[in-house]
């Protein structure tokens, strides 16, 4: 079955570095996107990309944060400089043409920030 | 402003009982509603769906339930498993996409 990868599982990081989390969507998805989840609390929404562009966006997703999508496969998650509470698990997720069941989800990144 | 959220934080059953999460909604024009279930460690796994035309839908093991009148959701699982400890999440799927998840309810299963 096909599945969304991310990597690395597990992210140290001291605080002001600049972090890229990586993922590797389902391979015949159109839409992706980053969440993230506080330990303990709700999944979140960060920022939906589609045809090469952002096309949503949450409050959270500041300046600090960037995507990219740099060749046919991959979809990145920048975090410029980092903050302690930018701790959290990152999720991406993709979806097909039509979003029936929703998008399917990563394993996960959790960030840890120092 | 948006919200999806549950009623409870945590549901202990006995292993055999059936289970119910329920979870409330605040935008009356959502149309599509889904469930994830994520383990710990996991992200978010997609279990069943329902779409504002239906009232009820049936998986295996699992039913949702629509009440659009008072904006609410539920999730049955029949026979709960000790495989079936979670965090459940309700979800609204926008219009654009993306998810707006409710709070969670952790599904304790006692053998």
């Known amino acids: 079955e096909p599945e969304v990868t991310q990597t690395p599982s597990h992210q140290v990081t001291q605080m002001g570095q600049e972090v890229i989390l990586r993922c590797v969507p389902i391979?015949?998805?159109?839409?992706f996107y980053w969440y993230r989840q506080i330990l303990g609390q709700k999944v979140e929404f960060l920022v939906s990309?589609?045809?090469?562009?952002?096309?949503?966006k949450s409050e959270i997703f500041d300046d600090q944060f960037s995507v990219e999508r740099p060749d046919g496969s991959n979809f990145t998650l920048k975090i410029r400089s980092t903050k302690l509470e930018d701790s959290a698990m990152y999720f991406c997720?993709?979806?097909?043409?039509?979003?029936?069941?929703?998008?399917?989800f990563g394993q996960g990144t959790r960030l840890t920030v120092v | 402003g948006e919200s999806v959220g549950l009623h409870l934080p945590t549901l202990s059953v006995q292993e055999g009982d059936n289970s119910i999460i329920n979870c409330a909604y605040s935008?009356?024009?959502?149309?599509?509603f889904i469930w994830y279930k994520q383990e710990s460690g996991k992200g978010p796994q997609f279990i069943i769906d329902?779409?504002?035309?239906?009232d009820k839908r049936q998986g295996q093991r699992v039913t949702v339930l629509l009440n659009k009148t008072v904006k609410h959701l539920s999730l049955q699982i029949a026979a709960t498993q000790p495989g079936d400890s979670a965090v459940y999440f309700c979800?609204?799927?926008?219009?654009?996409?993306?998810?707006?998840f409710g709070q969670g309810t952790t599904l304790q299963v006692k053998p």
């Open positions: 997720a993709s979806r097909g043409d039509r979003g029936d069941k929703g998008a399917f």
């Open positions: 391979s015949n998805h159109l839409y």
């Open positions: 990309f589609y045809n090469n562009e952002i096309s949503e």
């Open positions: 935008n009356s024009a959502s149309d599509y």
């Open positions: 329902i779409r504002s035309n239906m």
């Open positions: 979800a609204e799927n926008s219009r654009t996409g993306k998810l707006i």
